[in-house]
């Protein structure tokens, strides 16, 4: 069947191809009028093409605009001024005829491919078909595109199979808002987007489908942020039977790499990853995210320290991390790294001090510093001349966390981190529970996730000290997977719910179909769901996940493009039998 529009895409024309007559179609990326020739810039989603118009007086060339889209025919010429930094850059097309297809308005809201232009977020989103254009934004979409391919290929290879679960569920504390979706047939009851479909894959399991995946959308109502896409978001769901939580890590272990590999010119961890129980990467990294590109660690020098003086020390937890070469840097660097933990972590402060040829400590608090207390430091820390020292001195949480953006600082700011690598790691051992901002103890992961000791570790330890089988993955500082080892067991998920506050009718309630079917023979198993926005954020090597998905919502949460959320007609909300209160 002959095209009528295009006989050839925008890079595909070569040398070979003088003399031919073609047809090509695309966008009006550049137009330039010299009088008695006009040059456009032919673009479609394969590239660009130079087309020629030397004859205005047949084809009249006003209604010809930027981002206009057009078809023309005419023949293939080799180009006298070629351009090598296109693969159509040796030929041109000279027209015998131009048709528009789509009129563009001749003022456009912002220009398309223009590199480096600081365009507001909000104005691109707003106009995000156009800001789709962009030929970096067009690309991240087709890379995600072949990841999501690449997942579906491993996953089949591995023998698990796609499965779809429902999108109208019900309401389930998994850790975040639900959204909920009011009933008309069923007044006063509503459904919920799921958070995760963490009760159907588990009944999956009980249904006899041993190895489950899907790439499934996810909905919470959480806050946005640079790497979180606020409202919904995809991720490679997949559980397996009579698996252990080696088990889920061999599978992961294959997964990642391989897609990584099939993405990415950069060095790619290959498995088995790291594995960091969570308290470590907290006392080392102050994170249960850590990037490992990132060599410096964080030393706890709290009992060093214990019985001082010095006020700003004085009964608190001190963290310390040193680095080295620093004997060049400016009273600057530091001050810089002071204001930047006052101001922007809500730090106290960030004490400090260099290390000399000789090893005497200079600068900052070295005066407060006596000498048995050097000596423990340096052995501790293994301080060498050249080093500096950074303390974070607080509240013990508030300790961590300081320290842990602080050495992710640092090693931005001295240019640490290895280049041009993926390095993977598994966080491990998760507390099961934790204390709420009320004082009340929580889930701190998954609720649906297997106590370490069973059912006796719930009975007779605190619940503060029990482990779960949760595991993350994370690669260059951020969570990309989280799984579990789940609970399949009816007494102990009664027992698990009950330390939270969760009655057995509150269990029954809100799980019934788990709690029922693990009655009937559920066979042990486990799984994970690495994050698939974060994935391609990754590997597009981008900071803003908003840059990797089609139609984004922005900042406060909202889709400037189809004007959501929004006000609806009183009609529709006495059909699902809703009045709003708006004076609270």
């Given at each position: ?103 563009c308005r001749n003022s456009l809201p912002f220009e398309i491919n223009i590199e480096g232009q600081n365009v507001r977020e909000d104005l691109r989103l707003e106009y995000r078909f156009l800001d789709l254009r962009n030929e970096k934004i067009h690309k991240n979409i087709h890379l995600r595109s072949k990841i999501l391919k690449d997942f579906r290929n491993v996953m089949d290879e591995l ?426």
């Open positions: 069947m002959v095209n009528q529009y295009r006989t050839h895409n925008c890079n595909e024309l070569r040398i070979s191809d003088v003399n031919k007559e073609v047809r090509l179609a695309g966008f009006v990326q550049t137009i330039r009028n010299l009088g008695k020739m006009v040059f456009i810039d032919l673009r479609d989603e394969n590239g660009i093409t130079q087309i020629v118009i030397t004859d205005q007086e047949k084809i009249d060339v006003k209604n010809i605009t930027k981002e206009c889209t057009i078809t023309v025919t005419g023949k293939v010429v080799e180009r006298s001024n070629k351009n090598n930094s296109i693969p159509t850059g040796d030929i041109e097309v000279v027209v015998n005829s131009v048709t528009v297809l789509g009129k023998g698990f199979i796609e499965i779809q679960t429902p999108i109208l569920a019900n309401s389930s504390p998994e850790g975040a808002r639900d959204f909920l979706v009011p009933s008309r047939l069923h007044p006063g009851e509503f459904y919920a987007l799921p958070q995760a479909p963490q009760q159907f894959k588990q009944l999956l399991m009980v249904s006899g489908f041993e190895k489950y995946y899907q790439i499934a959308p996810c909905f919470r109502d959480e806050d946005p942020r640079a790497d979180r896409s606020p409202g919904e978001f995809y991720q490679l769901d997949f559980e397996m039977s009579f698996a252990t939580q080696e088990d889920v890590f061999d599978v992961i272990e294959t997964i990642l790499p391989k897609v990584f590999k099939e993405n990415t010119d950069w060095k790619v961890d290959e498995g088995p990853f790291i594995k960091i129980p969570f308290r470590e990467a907290m006392e080392k990294y102050g994170t249960d995210k850590p990037d490992l590109r990132n060599p410096l660690v964080i030393c706890d020098l709290t009992d060093i320290f214990e019985g001082t003086e010095f006020n700003a020390f004085k009964n608190k937890t001190v963290k310390a991390i040193t680095t080295e070469n620093m004997e060049e840097k400016p009273r600057k660097f530091f001050d810089n790294m002071s204001k930047y933990a006052i101001e922007e972590l809500e730090a106290k402060g960030l004490a400090w001090v260099k290390v000399d040829e000789n090893s005497n400590l200079t600068g900052g608090i070295s005066k407060f510093i006596d000498d048995e207390r050097k000596e423990k430091i340096f052995e501790k820390m293994n301080i060498k001349p050249g080093n500096a020292i950074f303390f974070i001195a607080d509240e013990c949480d508030k300790a961590v966390k300081i320290a842990g953006d602080i050495r992710i600082k640092l090693g931005v700011e001295l240019d640490l981190l290895e280049k041009d690598c993926y390095k993977f790691c598994f966080i491990v051992d998760f507390p099961m529970y934790e204390l709420s901002d009320e004082g009340k103890i929580d889930f701190s992961h998954n609720p649906f996730s297997m106590p370490q000791g069973g059912l006796e570790a719930l009975e007779t330890k605190d619940p503060l000290e029990i482990c779960a089988y949760q595991y993350d993955a994370v690669c260059n500082g951020y969570e990309i997977l989280s799984g579990a080892v789940r609970n399949h067991d009816q007494e102990i998920m009664i027992k698990a719910f009950e330390i939270a506050g969760y009655s057995v009718d509150d269990v029954k309630g809100k799980f019934g179909a788990l709690y029922n079917a693990f009655s009937y023979g559920t066979p042990p198993h486990a799984g994970a769901a690495p994050g698939i926005d974060r994935i391609v954020m990754l590997l597009a090597k981008e900071d803003n996940i908003r840059e990797v998905i089609a139609f984004p919502k922005n900042k406060k949460a909202r889709d400037l493009l189809m004007k959501a959320p929004s006000k609806v007609f009183d009609k529709q909300l006495e059909e699902v039998h809703i009045k709003l209160n708006l004076d609270n």
